[in-house]
């Protein structure tokens, strides 16, 4: 069975983008790059880091997150704060690691995911993505 997770970037309550460059910095090191430009592969794990063909991105999907201790969900953490994106998926709820982000998501996401839990840690993201 597959299973999504979106990461999305605002500022205000708009959609924002971000570069390809910062992406591949953050994943890039177990991140299969050369193939598809837009469908990168991580390595030891059945997971897809879905990211579109152009150079700056407003949405990201992650297709079969991969294993609980693979290096992509410490690196995801730091691309989160980096970026101040934030962490989604469909039937759950939504995650972000800094409080000032809230205030950049659009009403409507609020709305339909609830307020998101504010966290840096792995442990708390992996229970909050299994409890849903």
Not at 38 to 66: A, F, H, K, T
Not at 107 to 115: H, L, R, T, W
Request: hydrophobic content about 40%.
């Amino acid at each position: 069975m597959s299973f999504d997770m979106f990461i999305n970037f605002f500022r205000t309550g708009e959609p924002q983008k971000i570069s390809r460059a910062t992406i591949a910095r953050a994943f890039g090191a177990f991140a299969d790059m050369e193939g598809d430009r837009g469908w990168w592969n991580l390595v030891d794990s059945s997971g897809v880091l879905i990211l579109g063909d152009e150079d700056e991105i407003d949405c990201l999907c992650v297709n079969r997150p991969p294993y609980a201790e693979h290096p992509f969900w410490p690196a995801l953490v730091h691309f989160l704060r980096e970026t101040g994106g934030v962490l989604y998926w469909p039937g759950g709820g939504q995650v972000v690691t800094d409080q000032e982000v809230v205030a950049h998501l659009p009403p409507e996401m609020i709305e339909s995911f609830g307020p998101p839990i504010v966290t840096a840690s792995v442990q708390r993201i992996l229970e909050t993505v299994s409890e849903s």
